[in-house]
T-cell receptor
Framework: GAGVSQTPSNKVTEKGKYVELRCDPI?????LYWYRQSLGQGPEFLIY????????DSGLPNDRFFAVRPEGSVSTLKIQRTERGDSAVYLC??????????????FGPGTRLTVL | KQEVTQIPAALSVPEGENLVLNCSFT??????LQWFRQDPGKGLTSLLL?????REQTSGRLNASLDKSSGRSTLYIAASQPGDSATYLC???????????FGSGTQLTVLP
């Protein structure tokens, strides 16, 4: 596609439920990132994929959070036993990293998660 | 751990004024620095990217400078317009994961 897309745009769930957030990166981009933005704050890094593998998941807050990218394209962020503190906008970004060096990250519109 | 600070947190100016937004970061080992714009309820729009070897970048009425050794960047907006009203975020790319570390943003309001 022309840009990074994320679905759903909004998700309301109840405390304790399981949610999945999806990210479609720009076609051909090998690197994919998830960030979380709480109200009034800048986005915070969660996890970085290079191809299919999670190259760095040091930003995941706890083991309730998990992300996959099985075919090196679409990624899903999974949150188990959601808590009210998980409410935030979850942003996905992709980059080409074709030259072996850092590259511009292009962001999707985000998924606004509200845990009641 | 990289930390990014933006000052001021909020700024209100009359239309036509020139203004400067400030960003500082604690670890100078960065690949690049980006300035983003975020409109309410929207995603991030990249405005300018400065590579670590560069001193500044310009795009239209925007000019961003980078002083890596002192850990500082400024975003200069000339002849501000009401349409410039948004939150401006500074972010540095660093670390083995090449992740972006963001500041908390400056919320800009340009009054007509």
């Amino acid at each position: 596609g022309a840009g990074v897309s994320q679905t759903p745009s909004n998700k309301v769930t109840e405390k304790g439920k399981y949610v999945e957030l999806r990210c479609d990166p720009i076609s051909g981009h090998t690197a994919l990132y998830w960030y979380r933005q709480s109200l009034g704050q800048g986005p915070e890094f969660l996890i970085y994929f290079q191809g299919t593998g999670a190259a760095d998941d040091s930003g995941l807050p706890n083991d309730r959070f998990f992300a996959v990218r099985p075919e090196g394209s679409v990624s899903t962020l999974k949150i188990q036993r959601t808590e009210r503190g998980d409410s935030a906008v979850y942003l996905c970004a992709s980059s080409a990293q074709s030259g072996g060096g850092p590259d511009t990250q292009y962001f999707g519109p985000g998924t606004r998660l509200t845990v009641l | 751990k990289q930390e990014v600070t933006q000052i001021p947190a909020a700024l209100s100016v009359p239309e036509g004024e020139n203004l400067v937004l400030n960003c500082s970061f604690t670890d100078s080992a960065i690949y690049n620095l980006q300035w983003f714009r975020q409109d309410p309820g929207k995603g991030l729009t990249s405005l300018l990217l400065i590579q670590s070897s560069q001193r500044e970048q310009t795009s239209g009425r925007l000019n961003a400078s980078l002083d890596k050794s002192s850990g500082r960047s400024t975003l200069y907006i000339a002849a501000s317009q009401p349409g410039d009203s948004a939150t401006y975020l500074c972010a540095v790319l660093s670390g083995s994961a090449r992740q972006l570390t963001f500041g908390s943003g400056t919320q800009l309001t340009v009054l007509p």
